[in-house]
């Protein structure tokens, strides 16, 4: 299909055919073209089958990482399915920095996301590399700009509020049950810019059914044989109804006549332009697959942080006082530290990675072209030289001139590549968190730890809470 024929079909309404090619032609994970990678020139790591090396690095990520760290030091090796195509990560700050400098017609990050290209799309930010990724950055950016971020920012704060009123005093729940309720009622509000409840109603369950996809059906789509299959057909029904209501939230979104007025995001992209190409934009199929990459990194990810905050925050009479004190005096700075403290000590994604398109000296090593590489999220965020008491949850470390460097806060990513929703991120993180404190005390009920779920890390009991309203 024709990039034309896509844009009409888009506009026309006909999403299943549009749903079926995007998934024929993104479905052949770690399709580089590039050459097999010879391993005596990769850092040592596990001799295990690849199928098992797979499974523990998505599954046990938190006992695998520090166990490759303590068994090979600061570089290690992972070969991963399908292919064994090698993953090599790296623990070292110093290396760290030098991949996010790297050259990005060298350094492809598109390539080591590509197991998420089925649900994404090709022209996801997260995919593309190169000058068409430059291209989709450079319209997207201003919605993302700190004039745009103060403007969502009641928004937000609207949404917040709205949920943490409705929380019942006295009676344990799931922290992390309420904050995905909230996180996604702003992407649909804030970025989709959604707010008929009809729509609502409609949209909720297709997208949290995106969000909760098995790691497993991601792998699938590398053998075909498996799409036919129960799990792997059901994906497929439930993107076809996504995408049907966002190509029709689009469509009616570009012919309405208060566009210039609206502030949520899509309405920015709608009106983004490229100032070197006059009158370009997002056609429809960008529009979706820049929407859905929005929605599933912006989502769980910004939910498990709050969660854990709101344990942390929950277990200590000094904290919680200190973080209603801030709240009550719009002390944003220090509700920002809280945030970026959940997201060090309890790391939602394991690791930033990038593919080699040249052979390339990483960390001292002289790497062929093919191999993929990046710094260990995991190991960088628990490293004693790093982080001083790794283990205690700290939020003034992030406060005052001795704030760790970005090469060691890596929640985020970095380089050219840093993950463009970062300061929503934080945003909106910090007026929920206002908007609890505020209210509440908040306290931690019992323990929890880290699983996986999906392609993010949550609390595995759910970060259970109590609150009770403030005197």
């Known amino acids: 299909m024709t990039i034309e024929a896509e844009r009409s079909a888009a506009r026309d309404g006909d999403t299943r055919d549009l749903t079926m090619r995007r998934f024929q032609k993104t479905s052949v994970v770690g399709g580089s073209g590039l050459p097999p990678v010879p391993m005596d020139q990769l850092p040592p790591g596990p001799r295990w089958p690849a199928l098992v090396q797979t499974i523990a690095l998505m599954r046990f990520r938190h006992r695998f990482h520090p166990w490759l760290h303590k068994r090979y030091g600061d570089a290690y090796t992972v070969n991963l399915i399908p292919g064994g195509r090698p993953l090599v990560l790296f623990t070292r ?8 400098a790297g050259d990005p017609e060298v350094f492809h990050a598109g390539k080591g996301n590509a197991v998420l290209g089925p649900i994404m799309g090709e022209h996801s930010l997260l995919l593309q590399d190169s000058t068409e990724h430059h291209r989709a950055r450079k319209l997207l950016m201003p919605a993302f700009l700190g004039h745009a971020l103060r403007g969502y920012r009641g928004m937000v704060a609207e949404v917040a509020g709205d949920e943490v009123d409705g929380w019942s ?7 992390l049950e309420r904050m995905n309720a909230l996180t996604l009622e702003v ?4 970025v989709f810019g959604v707010t008929d409840e009809d729509r609502l109603t409609r949209l909720r369950p297709a997208v949290n059914r995106t969000v909760e996809i098995n790691p497993a059906v991601l792998l699938g789509w590398a053998y075909p044989r498996l799409q036919k299959l129960g799990p792997w057909r059901r994906t497929v029904e439930n993107q076809v109804e996504l995408d049907r209501l966002m190509y029709a939230e689009i469509r009616e979104r570009r012919s309405a006549t208060d566009l ?8 920015r992209l709608l009106a983004a332009t490229d100032p070197d190409e006059p ?20 989502h769980e990810t910004t939910a498990s942080a709050l969660s854990w905050a709101l344990v942390e925050v929950g277990r200590s009479a000094d904290l919680l006082a200190r973080t209603q004190r801030a709240a009550d005096e719009g002390d944003d700075a220090w509700l920002e530290a809280v945030l970026k ?22 960390g001292g090593w002289d790497l062929p072209a093919g191999a993929t590489v990046g710094p260990s999220i995991i190991m960088s965020h628990q490293l004693e030289s790093n982080f001083a008491d790794p283990d205690v949850f700290r939020p003034e470390r992030f406060l005052g001139k001795d704030a760790p460097a ?6 985020f990513g970095g380089g050219v590549r840093r993950c463009i929703g970062a300061g ?10 206002r908007e609890v404190f505020r209210r509440y005390d908040v306290h931690a009920v019992g323990t929890d730890v880290p699983q996986v779920r999906n392609i993010t890390s949550v609390p595995r009991r759910g970060a259970r809470i109590r609150v009770a309203r403030r005197a």
Request: glycine fraction near 6%.
């Open 341 to 362: 403290e959940s997201m060090r000590l309890h790391p939602i994604i394991p690791m930033v990675v990038r593919t080699l398109m040249k052979p390339a000296t990483v």
């Open 187 to 190: 992407i649909l509000r804030v």
């Open 424 to 433: 929503f991120s934080l945003m909106e993180g910090v007026e929920v968190l």
């Open 279 to 298: 009158g370009s934009g997002l056609d429809d199929t960008e529009l979706r697959d820049q929407l859905v990459t929005l929605l599933l990194a912006g």
């Open 93 to 100: 700050p110093e290396v760290t920095k030098e991949i996010f």
């Open 260 to 267: 210039a007025d609206r502030s949520d995001v899509l309405s």
């Open 406 to 411: 970005l090469n060691v806060w890596i929640p």
């Open 169 to 175: 005093e006295g009676e344990p729940f799931r922290a």
